[in-house]
T-cell receptor
Framework: DAGVTQSPTHLIKTRGQQVTLRCSPKSGHDTVSWYQQALGQGPQFIFQYYEEEERQRGNFPDRFSGHQFPNYSSELNVNALLLGDSALYLCASSFPGSYEQYFGPGTRLTVT | AQKVTQAQTEISVVEKEDVTLDCVYE???????LFWYKQPPSGELVFLIR??????QNEISGRYSWNFQKSTSSFNFTITASQVVDSAVYFCALNRDDKIIFGKGTRLHILP
């Protein structure tokens, strides 16, 4: 049983560019959450997708957007990249009624 | 406001010593869940334990134990007879409305 998978593993982008990160949830899970973890900090909640809709959102600007597909996989898009967007982006999946989220290995984004 | 505080930024102990990681949380909710995660250098968050607000029983799992005290809003984590493989960053977290709020983490160094 595959766990949560994310791609790519690492990514280097230039300021002003756009980036798309991908996540496949654990089998049986239909809810996907995204977190940003800056160096030396704890993960910060970006948003959560359920039934292909954004269910809730953390304190992140509109430059951060997402999508969930019918197979429950998800994408995180970040437009107009800033140096401060450099971080580890973690995806987590869960199933309805569970308070436990399973995390993927993350995508490390570097903005130069 | 929901908040998780891990006052210890970094701890170093010699192998086989016991070590306790502190966690204090703030929430106005009566129902909530608390977690501990381990993050090794690879970056993936590894789930260690979940505790709901109605269950104040302490738990032991091998060399790991957790002390949940609602009266002091604390959920401390003890590693007994520490090993080098325990070296990692440990996060305490609070789940509210299916959104996980993390502390800033404690970096634990186990010295051989």
């Amino acid at each position: 049983d595959a766990g949560v998978t994310q791609s790519p593993t690492h990514l280097i982008k230039t300021r002003g560019q756009q980036v798309t990160l991908r996540c496949s949830p654990k089998s049986g899970h239909d809810t996907v959450s995204w977190y940003q973890q800056a160096l030396g900090q704890g993960p910060q909640f970006i948003f959560q997708y359920y039934e292909e809709e954004e269910r809730q959102r953390g304190n992140f600007p509109d430059r951060f957007s997402g999508h969930q597909f019918p197979n429950y996989s998800s994408e995180l898009n970040v437009n107009a990249l800033l140096l401060g967007d450099s971080a580890l982006y973690l995806c987590a999946s869960s199933f309805p009624g569970s308070y436990e989220q399973y995390f993927g290995p993350g995508t490390r984004l570097t903005v130069t | 406001a929901q908040k998780v505080t891990q006052a210890q930024t970094e701890i170093s102990v010699v192998e086989k010593e016991d070590v306790t990681l502190d966690c204090v949380y703030e929430t106005r909710d009566t129902t909530y869940y608390l977690f501990w995660y381990k993050q090794p250098p690879s970056g993936e968050l590894v789930f260690l334990i979940r505790r709901n607000s109605f269950d104040e029983q302490n738990e032991i799992s091998g060399r790991y134990s957790w002390n949940f005290q609602k009266s002091t809003s604390s959920f401390n984590f003890t590693i007994t007879a520490s090993q080098v493989v325990d070296s990692a960053v440990y996060f305490c977290a609070l789940n509210r409305d299916d959104k996980i709020i993390f502390g800033k983490g404690t970096r634990l160094h186990i010295l051989p």
